[in-house]
């Protein structure tokens, strides 16, 4: 009898040991326990190298310093954020490429960059074709026009960039201007804006030149400029090509106001223009003049704490471009928070924020805006004795 009584109480004791065992090797929801829960996988691609670093690496800075600051306040209900960044080095083949690793992915719940227009056109319906919310950092309006269900962009449109400038040529009267722009997507796009907008503003363009981004003397182009006589000169691209226009300007004695667009919103384009980037004007993201932004504007609090942290973690100023992807960042885990790892959640979210302020702007997205913003997101800027200075 008392074999029986033995055995039964072994058999006992071994399925409780059983179930001790099957219980440790098991994950936990529970983070007060110290056991992390599987993480929320964000993508980026951003061009990290080559010419549009300068507009790349603040983008990848700012989103990783936006994951580690929510990871270390416990992530979102428990689970840590995982941000994959790629580089395409602005080449649309290598965007294309690294879209499609982060759509095999099956853990990633969006993507946000990439940093230039023509990355972000080539793999903008790879990503509506997958499902895959994209949130692109790049401008041109072309991006989200016409609207696709899984595309939005964070980035100010060249479309309220052209209307920005327009607002102050009108002021100053300015009836004709001469418009040089880089041949790459980004300039293209933004010549194509200023045409179909100016006309209408009554704004005469005299002469139309361009520039191959590689290009490193404009003086030809800008010789036709010069004998056109416009009122104004305007330069759409990104660096190098307009600090390369701005002092071809200056070796050509032309005396006109230089315009130029939100592609030369960095420390880069002070640095290569040197004396020549004196007085030039253009519209920008109001976070590089955070601190001269007026106390009653609805941004400014978000804009001077960005600015603090990124200075104090990078040693930089932050700029305009690290502002898209702070943006994009805080738009997917606003989402998350709300629904979960569901991509068609986190895409009808998204398209449904209305009043979310960000650095870029105040953002009201709808079924047929996957943008959000208009021209109030333009600060007008200008550059006096190489610093950033708020038009009035």
Not at 129 to 144: D, E, F, G, Q, W
Not at 315 to 331: E, T
Request: with cysteine; charged share 20%.
């Amino acid at each position: 009898m008392w074999g029986k009584h033995r055995l039964l109480m072994f058999g006992i004791l071994a399925a409780l040991l059983a179930l001790l065992v099957a219980s440790c090797g098991q994950k936990t929801t529970d983070t007060s326990e110290g056991v992390a829960q599987e993480p929320y996988v964000i993508g980026a691609i951003f061009s990290s190298t080559g010419d549009n670093a300068p507009l790349g690496v603040p983008e990848r800075n700012t989103a990783e310093m936006l994951a580690k600051q929510l990871n270390e306040k416990g992530g979102i209900d428990g689970r840590p954020v995982k941000l994959l960044a790629y580089d395409d080095a602005g080449k649309p083949e290598q965007a294309v490429q690294a879209c499609q690793d982060l759509l095999a992915n099956k853990e990633v719940v969006a993507i946000i960059g990439p940093t230039l227009t023509g990355p972000s056109l080539a793999i903008a319906s790879m990503c509506n074709t997958a499902k895959m919310p994209l949130i692109s950092c790049a401008a041109s309006v072309k991006i989200v026009q016409p609207v696709t269900p899984y595309v939005f962009k964070t980035a100010q449109s060249d479309h309220f960039a052209v209307q920005k400038l327009l607002d102050y040529i009108k002021a100053k009267k300015i009836k004709t201007v001469g418009f040089i722009n880089d041949a790459n997507a980004f300039g293209s796009s933004g010549r194509e804006e200023w045409l179909k907008i100016s006309k209408a503003a009554g704004v005469n363009t005299v002469a139309l030149e361009s520039f191959n981004s590689s290009d490193t003397d404009m003086t030809p182009q800008l010789t036709k400029i010069k004998a056109a006589n416009p009122q104004a000169i305007i330069c759409w691209g990104t660096n190098p090509g307009p600090a390369i226009v701005a002092k071809n300007i200056r070796r050509l004695a032309m005396k006109q106001p230089v315009l130029m667009s939100h592609g030369i919103s960095n420390q880069e384009f002070i640095k290569l223009a040197g004396a020549a980037a004196e007085g030039v004007i253009f519209p920008s993201g109001k976070i590089i003049v955070a601190n001269q932004i007026p106390a009653g504007d609805p941004q400014r609090k978000v804009l001077v704490e960005y600015a603090a942290q990124y200075q104090k973690a990078f040693g930089k100023p932050a700029i305009h471009f690290g502002a898209h992807a702070w943006d994009a960042f805080q738009l997917v885990v606003d989402a998350l928070k709300k629904s979960g790892a569901d991509r068609e959640k986190i895409r009808a979210n998204i398209e449904s924020r209305k009043k979310f302020i960000g650095v870029d702007g105040i953002f009201n997205f709808s079924a047929s805006d996957h943008n959000g913003l208009d021209k109030n997101a333009f600060a007008l800027v200008t550059i006096k004795n190489g610093k950033w200075v708020l038009l009035k």
